[in-house]
């Protein structure tokens, strides 16, 4: 069961209108690393995980990411102001001029529509956990971007916050694998000593030497 509350996580506002800053904010809302792609992906995950815990901090996560699609949908919305207006966007998307009327609809910042196909579940707790590592991280990467081109003050109040999030949940999910790293497919096949083989194929130069592989692990975020 999932509930709406009607207030944001976090109110947003921005100083004046701008529709270009609009379309690329629009790639937080359907873009391949967004809030609607975590959100889902965190939520499809959870559907069969067995430890409690885990399961609950994904559906924690995913609707809080729910939330933050909810705040960047609203700040989308201030900043292209009341009405239609092609010059404002005068490169890249045009669709909410043009389709949706101004609704921040679920594309990227070219126009392409959102796609189940950017959601990554595999049913492996190991591999589906370092996934959602490397999401969040992805998401900080986009946020920094952002963050570098806009200089409205209140955009970038709501980019931090959520720049600061993503990297809570990081955080997060750091934790939850270790508690489970020795399991699943980190534990599914033995290191042989094909896994502890070099190929050098650059030449000249070698710049690393033969791996001697052990279970990936994070520091505990929390020490």
Same mark, same amino acid.
């Given at each position: ?6 207030r944001?996580?976090?109110?947003v506002r921005?100083e004046?209108p701008?529709?270009q800053y609009? @379309?690329?904010?629009q790639?937080? %809302?359907?873009?391949?690393n967004?809030e609607?792609? #975590? *959100?889902? /992906?965190? $939520? ?15 559906l924690d996560?995913?609707?809080?990411e729910?939330?933050?699609m909810?705040?960047?949908a609203q700040t ?6 009341h ?6 966007v ?8 043009v389709?949706s ?7 990227n910042?070219?126009?392409d529509?959102?796609t189940?196909?950017? @959601?990554?579940?595999t049913?492996? %707790?190991?591999a ?5 590592? #490397? *999401?969040? /991280?992805? $998401?900080?990467v ?10 409205d003050k ?5 980019i931090?916050?959520l720049?600061n999030?993503?990297e ?5 999910f ?6 489970i790293?020795?399991?699943g497919?980190?534990?599914d096949?033995g ?5 502890k ?11 690393f ?11 505990n975020?929390?020490?």
């Amino acid at each position: 069961m999932f509930k709406h509350e009607k207030r944001l996580l976090r109110d947003v506002r921005v100083e004046k209108p701008n529709p270009q800053y609009a @379309v690329l904010l629009q790639e937080q %809302l359907g873009g391949a690393n967004g809030e609607l792609k #975590a *959100a889902l /992906q965190y $939520a499809s995950q959870s559907f069969r995980i067995k430890d409690m815990a885990i399961k609950d901090l994904f559906l924690d996560i995913a609707a809080e990411e729910l939330s933050h699609m909810e705040m960047v949908a609203q700040t989308i919305n201030l900043l292209n102001g009341h009405d239609v207006d092609h010059d404002g966007v005068s490169v890249g998307e045009i669709e909410s001029q043009v389709l949706s009327g101004l609704n921040p609809v679920l594309i990227n910042a070219s126009g392409d529509p959102w796609t189940a196909h950017y @959601v990554n579940v595999t049913g492996d %707790l190991c591999a589906d956990i370092l996934s959602n590592i #490397a *999401a969040e /991280q992805r $998401a900080k990467v986009v946020y920094e971007y952002l963050h570098r081109q806009i200089n409205d003050k209140y955009v970038r109040e709501t980019i931090d916050f959520l720049l600061n999030r993503e990297e809570a949940h990081n955080a997060l999910f750091r934790e939850a694998f270790n508690k489970i790293k020795d399991t699943g497919s980190n534990r599914d096949f033995g290191v042989t000593e094909d896994s502890k083989l070099y190929f050098d194929l650059s030449t000249p130069g070698k710049f690393f030497e033969a791996p001697d592989p052990t279970a990936p692990s994070f520091e505990n975020p929390r020490k």
